[in-house]
């Protein structure tokens, strides 16, 4: 089963827009075992649109298509799709036409007129409701193949793929399939594949593993399940390799599937009820937005302080003055008073710090840009180790904060 995603826009094309909904849209067709045959970004032209769908339907036998249904003249997605499935009759969706309604009262505006005609759909599709904007969902099917069009805005199109999934599914009587994924962190891909060599080897023939490496997310393992079997079965199965894997790598593993560093190290706080605070200077509040992107993380997160001068090390965080000029910022020393210093300050069981150079300048044949220490206090003592990581900020940025949050993860194991 193929599957192409075309996403149309002029603004994807010029760069103004990053897309993020293949990336979603692919992930979710490959969870139900949809092989994700092409994706196209195509310009807000008619021709274009046109010739584009000709050949997905020439390949692939789901076209999942985004964007281009707005109200304004130029989101022709609409139009052209009542013209490719050959009508030219637009009907009224109720439904849809209430949601746009309700949501115009409660944002205080005026149904205008434009609105109205997005509810407006070409009568040979079947309507999928937007609950979250203007712009609903279209399902058309022809010669056993079928395109669904949704609108651009990914928090719409996500909420609108959990309807598209399952109708998916049983349009085309999927086979069970199931894929579950096991995280890992501070293992290189090599080194991890030798590890479990002997286990991936004995693997049965219906189960698939994949490495999808990530530097701030560390090494995901998915183990893939293609069978007739129930998916209970398929469940219980992965589940046993997975244990497995666990008995192998113990703690390198942080977690499965959605779970992330931050939730994994929030997770250990939770049971010890302990609460966190951080020190960031070369991260600058990185570590404190990923820890805060986790629900309920004000169950064990105080807050952050972003010391990134050297005055407010000393003022807020209490460094030694003398030891930034006798080591410098970016040193042991320091990030240790920093943890510690933050700890203490906010009340907080276990402190993570960071200090280095993130780049592209400001290194020295002695400290390199890239060079991070990094520290974490916890209620009995301070440990702290030095990385060296690339010339790329954004990179030494992401990695240094994954690193921080790995260490606290470990030393609250530990503890």
Known sequence: MKAEI????????????????????AEQLNLIGINVYQKTSVSDNRKHIIETLDRAFATSDIIIVT???????????KQVLAE?????????????????????????????????RQAELPDCCIPILNRNGTAPAMWFERNGKILVAMPGVPFEMKAIMTDVIPMISEYFKLENIYHKTLLTYGIPESVLAEQ?????????????????PNPESGVRLRISAY?????????????????????????????????????????????????????????GGHIANMITANAGSSKYFVGSVVAYSNDVKIKTLGVNASDIEDYGAVSEQVVCQMAQ????????????A?????????????????????????????????????KLRDINISRASAIALNMLRLELLND
Request: glycine share 8%; with cysteine; aromatic share 6%.
């Open 6 to 25: 075309v996403t149309i826009g002029d603004e994807i094309l010029i760069g103004q827009i990053v897309d993020t909904n293949s990336v979603y849209i």
């Open 67 to 77: 964007g281009g249904l707005g109200p304004t003249s130029d989101d022709i997605t």
């Open 84 to 116: 490719y499935f050959g009508t030219n009759s637009m009907k009224i969706h109720e439904p849809s036409l209430n949601i746009i309604k309700n949501l115009m009262q409660r944002l205080n505006i005026p149904l205008s007129e434009i609105n109205r």
């Open 196 to 212: 479990i060599k002997e286990w991936e080897n004995n693997l049965p023939k219906h189960l698939h593993l994949a490495y999808l």
């Open 227 to 283: 069978s007739g079997d129930s998916r209970k079965s398929l469940e219980k199965e992965i589940d046993a390799q997975f244990a497995a894997l666990r008995t192998i790598l113990k703690t390198a593993v942080y977690g499965e599937n959605n779970e992330n560093l931050a939730s994994a190290a929030g997770k250990l706080l939770q049971q010890k009820g302990a609460m966190l605070a951080t020190a960031e200077s070369c991260t």
């Open 341 to 352: 210093g933050v700890r203490i300050a906010l009340n907080a069981d276990y402190a993570v």
């Open 354 to 390: 960071t200090s280095g150079i993130a780049g592209p300048e400001g290194g020295t044949n002695e400290k390199p840009v890239g060079t991070v220490w990094i520290a974490v206090a916890t209620p009995q003592k301070i440990i702290a180790q030095k990385y060296i990581l690339s």
